[in-house]
């Protein structure tokens, strides 16, 4: 006898999925087949017959009588499974127009058909939001004798558990791609944006989301800060008010030379040294591996203390050292070497450090006189026959848009005095002066030396792309001044946009019932408004609010994350005893009385 179908508001997710996917199974060998033997007939296919209720074909998410098939198992916490077969392929439907799907998504499930009969499951993947959009196979494939589907027993097994979490997972990850790329478009366009908003509505994650789908086409998780390409083609800098252009741009830093003296040069700030590697990632069609190649002769020079190195002349040759700080080369000059007494003698050497000869490998003067250059050339020569360097092929700049992005993601961009810190730099981050006509000539531009590659004046190359960061009530957004905002799109994050966030807790639902609660009385004030609105970030912490029984302590949350902030929010205010008191009772009783709010 058939076995009952029956669904109980307590079934396993796991459970239900396994009979979607034997429904799905069933539903196509009998429309392909007419085989009333087939493999699920008598089970879920005869019933609906006997009464009149089987259905073909027809599209699921669009509320087609098909989906009545499965509706009793299709509701899950992360949405809606449908069922769609596509009447107009004739009597063929072993196509990939027969398919399951989360609803309003392009997550399917499709079958894969062997010798006119299903052999397996795989999830396959509408990349929508792509342009152009594009499907993703293969993510995921199991048999039907790997499912164990048909064997008569309501639980799944482990594969069918795999298979829910991976395509539920999925669901996350295509919701968490489609909200971001609205974000990327406007970047794109823009190349400049601010993420604002009320506190803790997730505003630095949602911009390290923006920069991991941009870079590397992946949703963003803490793994992804070890990640090579990432790593490279993000940088995170939190402005503060003592952040100024030395950090950002470049500026005067004390340095010990060869011989221990102490001293100053310009160095780069985070800037533009993050400018000049994105200005390489543009260069293609070029050789270049100077720095792999000086990286094995210091790592030589480490193990054998010193090296020798024909001259140019070929009739003589030097010996070279690491410095003191090991960071360069010297050819020092010795007393007493036959006595076995080697003392060096000061004043007397030779140094050579590294950008000097990065010049002479790209042909220009190890410094600007030219002095001591055949050492330098030597030292090269030795360098492409002993340690693996190429010949320098100077690259030309890619003029596709098809390169990596680089994004830089400044948090509390506010906080920082902007005009100090970006100085002439105004010009250059403006979306229409990208590239060489937004040249300007830096605060240290005399002392930058010809072989660096904004020797001639500096830009912000066109693949560099700036995420900013505030919140909205700081009293420090009052000093942005126009100039800066007019250079930047303003995006406003609420508190209700970036509520995923809350995932991971069980009580999800009932944690953004308490956050709109007080959010709702925030926006009755007319001197507060959604600026004020509290976000995720803040009801996070309730993980840390469980009584002994393991439910959620609110009245300790209140007290401990929330009543410090309402209470710096309504200082002053008339009526703050009473705006306080409803703002509690919303956070703790998870609603609003109705006539609290007018």
């Given at each position: ?96 127009g027969c398919y399951l799907n989360w609803k309003g998504t ?257 042909g220009l003067s190890g410094v600007p006189s030219g002095g ?71 605060q240290y531009q005399n002392l930058v030396e010809p072989s ?147």
């Open positions: 006898l058939p076995l009952p179908i029956y669904i109980s508001c307590y079934m396993d997710k796991y459970a239900k999925f396994k009979h979607i996917l034997e429904y799905f199974v069933a539903h196509l060998e009998w429309i392909q087949n007419q085989n009333t033997s087939g493999i699920g007939y008598s089970v879920y296919i005869a019933p609906l017959i006997n009464q009149n209720k089987f259905n073909t074909s027809g599209q699921g998410y669009k509320g087609a009588n098909i989906q009545s098939g499965i509706s009793q198992w299709a509701e899950f916490n992360e949405g809606t499974i449908c069922i769609n077969v596509m009447g107009h392929f004739g009597n063929n439907y072993t196509t990939k392009g997550i399917n499930i499709i079958a894969i058909w062997k010798e006119q009969h299903i052999d397996a499951l795989e999830i396959v993947n509408y990349i929508y939001w792509e342009n152009p959009t594009r499907w993703k196979v293969g993510i995921l494939n199991f048999s039907i004798a790997d499912l164990e589907l048909f064997n008569g027993d309501e639980n799944a097994n482990d594969n069918v558990r795999s298979f829910f979490d991976s395509y539920s997972g999925l669901l996350k990850k295509n919701t968490i791609m489609s909200y971001s790329q609205n974000f990327i478009d406007k970047l794109y366009s823009n190349h400049n944006i601010i993420l604002n908003g009320a506190p803790g509505t997730g505003k630095t994650y949602l911009a390290k989301t923006i920069a991991a789908q941009m870079i590397c086409g992946k949703v963003y998780n803490p793994e992804l800060e070890n990640d090579e390409q990432f790593k490279s083609h993000c940088k995170f800098v939190q402005f503060h008010p003592s952040y100024d252009y030395t950090d950002f741009v470049e500026g005067l830093r004390p340095q010990k030379d060869a011989q221990g003296n102490i001293g100053f040069e310009r160095k780069d700030g985070l800037f533009k040294d993050f400018c000049k590697d994105a200005l390489s990632a543009l260069q293609v069609g070029g050789s270049d591996n100077f720095e792999d190649a000086w990286q094995n002769l210091i790592n030589d020079l480490n193990n054998q203390g010193e090296i020798s190195i024909p001259l140019m002349s070929g009739s003589k040759s030097m010996k070279i050292e690491l410095n003191i700080t090991g960071e360069g080369l010297v050819e020092r000059t010795y007393e007493g070497a036959d006595s076995g007494e080697k003392v060096w003698v000061r004043g007397r050497s030779k140094f050579f450090n590294k950008e000097q000869l990065y010049n002479i490998y790209k001591h250059d055949n050492y330098r050339k030597a030292i090269v020569k030795e360098m492409i026959k002993s340690y693996g360097l190429k010949e320098y092929v100077k690259g030309i700049e890619n003029s596709e848009d098809n390169v990596v992005p680089f994004v830089l993601i400044i948090d509390e961009i506010n906080r920082g005095e902007l005009s100090k810190i970006f100085g002439e730099l105004f010009f250059s981050i403006d979306p229409g002066y990208r590239g060489p006509s937004g040249t300007v000539f830096t660096d590659v904004f020797f001639t004046g500096f830009y912000v190359p066109k693949n560099v792309y700036i995420i900013g960061t505030m919140n909205d009530i700081d009293r420090s957004v009052e000093s942005m001044d126009f100039a800066m905002r007019r250079r930047f799109a303003f995006i406003e994050i609420k508190a209700d946009n970036n509520i995923s966030m809350l995932d991971g807790i069980p009580e999800k639902t009932d944690v953004i019932k308490h956050m709109q609660a007080i959010n709702s009385v925030i926006s009755s004030e007319s001197e507060l408004g959604s600026s004020y609105h509290i976000g995720g970030a803040y009801f996070k912490n309730v993980v840390f609010c469980r009584k002994k029984d393991g439910q959620i302590d609110w009245t300790y949350f209140w007290e401990t994350y929330l009543s410090r902030l309402v209470a710096e929010y309504i200082r002053g205010f008339h009526n703050r005893q009473t705006i306080f008191a409803k703002m509690r009772d919303a956070v703790i009783l998870g609603e609003v009385e109705s006539n609290e709010i007018i």
